[in-house]
Antibody, heavy 120, light 107 residues
Framework: QITLKESGPTLVKPTETLTLTCTFS??????????VGWIRQPPGKALEWLAIIYWNGDKLFSPSLKSRLTVTKETSRNQVVLTVTNMDPMDTATYYC????????????WGQGTMVTVSS | DIQMTQSPSSLSASVGDRVTITCRASENIKRYLHWYQQTPGKAPKLLIY???SLHSGVPSRFSGSGSGSDFTLTISSLQPEDFATYFC?????????FGQGTRVEIK
């Protein structure tokens, strides 16, 4: 059974860096084809894909946020870490990590999400 | 970026109704189209992947169709637990994008 859970601060100040950790079980990010993605959802709004990291270390980022995003994997801990620099109130959202299925790049299992508010 | 446009943005329906939601892509995305269901305060749940494949454990009243740029999600007989928001999602090319959502409400 695949599970994922996001953790990190619930409140950050403008210009600060956000660091979120996705801790997962039920699969290994060393297995060929595996991937973990990050998606966010501002309150009452649509979903926005941010980034993905693959089993082989390859990464893809949303171009609109690429300069502010970093994603790394800690395979021994079954964790993926997302950092977002220079946080702005517009970055207030629920942040989700999700398991990627190789076929069609679909996210078949999501974490519960963590709400991050950006405010001074 | 590929724009995903869902219609309607919301609808009211009764238990037992047949419900259809459409999603249009701004470019040809072949069959790289997936549907999710989201209830308030919860993470999205995958319903349909690759336009028409039913995800494991999803009731058969859900079905998807389409290819290219026009896609449809159909709920054949709406159940109480189906009142939720539905999103389409394309993974044909990055940045992967989502539709704005269709809220299905109780009539």
């Amino acid at each position: 059974q695949i599970t994922l859970k996001e953790s990190g601060p619930t409140l950050v100040k403008p210009t600060e860096t956000l660091t979120l950790t996705c801790t997962f079980s039920g699969f290994s990010l060393t297995s060929s084809g595996m991937g973990v993605g990050w998606i966010r959802q501002p309150p009452g709004k649509a979903l926005e894909w941010l980034a993905i990291i693959y089993w082989n270390g390859d990464k893809l980022f949303s171009p609109s946020l690429k300069s502010r995003l970093t994603v790394t994997k800690e395979t021994s801990r079954n964790q993926v870490v997302l950092t977002v620099t220079n946080m702005d109130p517009m970055d207030t959202a629920t942040y989700y990590c999700a398991h990627r299925v190789p076929l069609y790049d679909v996210f078949d299992m999501w974490g519960q999400g963590t709400m991050v508010t950006v405010s001074s | 970026d590929i724009q995903m446009t869902q219609s309607p943005s919301s609808l009211s329906a009764s238990v037992g109704d047949r419900v259809t939601i459409t999603c249009r892509a701004s470019e040809n995305i072949k069959r790289y189209l997936h549907w999710y269901q989201q209830t308030p305060g919860k993470a999205p749940k995958l319903l349909i992947y690759a336009a028409s494949s039913l995800h494991s454990g999803v009731p058969s009243r859900f079905s998807g169709s389409g290819s290219g740029s026009d896609f449809t999600l159909t709920i054949s007989s709406l159940q109480p637990e189906d009142f939720a928001t539905y999103f389409c999602h394309q993974t044909d090319s990055t940045p992967w994008t989502f539709g704005q959502g269709t809220r299905v409400e109780i009539k």
